[in-house]
């Protein structure tokens, strides 16, 4: 196959699992709003998520950005 050659199987597969990543992305993002807006701990619900303290974090750093920008939400 030549650099040039366009393999649109593969680049659909890519675009799916990237669409996929993003949609998981986005689910635990409105998963945290809502332990968040029933005043839950960051830890409890790092635990009930299955996921580090740290990572939780920053989800919940980026949701502030997002609602400090709403200008950039999409």
Same mark, same amino acid.
């Given at each position: 196959?030549?650099?040039? #050659?366009?393999? %649109?199987?593969?680049?659909? @597969? !890519? *675009?799916? +699992? ?7 992305? #986005?689910?635990? %993002?409105?998963?945290?709003? @809502? !332990? *968040?807006? +029933? ?27 997002e609602k400090a920008h709403p200008?950039?939400?999409?």
């Amino acid at each position: 196959m030549s650099i040039y #050659e366009y393999d %649109k199987e593969f680049e659909e @597969k !890519k *675009l799916r +699992k990237a669409e996929f990543e993003y949609g998981q992305h #986005e689910l635990l %993002k409105t998963q945290i709003q @809502k !332990k *968040l807006a +029933k005043g839950k701990s960051i830890n409890k619900f790092a635990d009930a998520l299955e996921g580090s303290p740290l990572v939780i974090r920053k989800f919940i750093d980026e949701l502030e950005y997002e609602k400090a920008h709403p200008e950039l939400n999409l």
